[in-house]
């Protein structure tokens, strides 16, 4: 049996298109696009889910920035630095579901 992407495991068969179009193009795309590492996008991602507080989706990705190169503490200090930027309870918000991921 073929390991399920985490869109499938998420969605299902509920929104089959949306699942195909997360595998397919977002991540089987424009994440291997090479003008910009896995590292890098991860960092935006975080910081774009921060931002526009969608906090549900954040732990998927802050897993994803560990395993793309970024560290703990650059982690951290982009969400300090973003409290600045988008908002205290965002940034509050934001490092409390890494404080329970990276406990993990």
């Known amino acids: ?13 509920f929104a089959s298109k949306l699942v195909q179009l997360t595998d397919d193009v977002l991540f089987g795309d424009v994440w291997e696009r090479p003008a910009l590492p896995k590292r890098d996008r991860s960092l935006i991602t975080v910081a774009s889910l921060i931002t526009s507080s969608s906090f549900e989706q954040l732990p998927s990705h802050l897993r994803l920035a560990r395993t793309n190169g970024l560290t703990e503490a650059e982690i951290i200090e982009a969400i300090i630095h973003l409290a600045f930027y988008a908002g205290w309870p965002k940034a509050m918000s934001a490092i409390q579901v890494a404080k329970k991921v990276f406990a993990e």
């Open 1 to 13: 049996m073929t390991e399920q992407t985490p869109a499938q495991a998420a969605i299902g068969d």
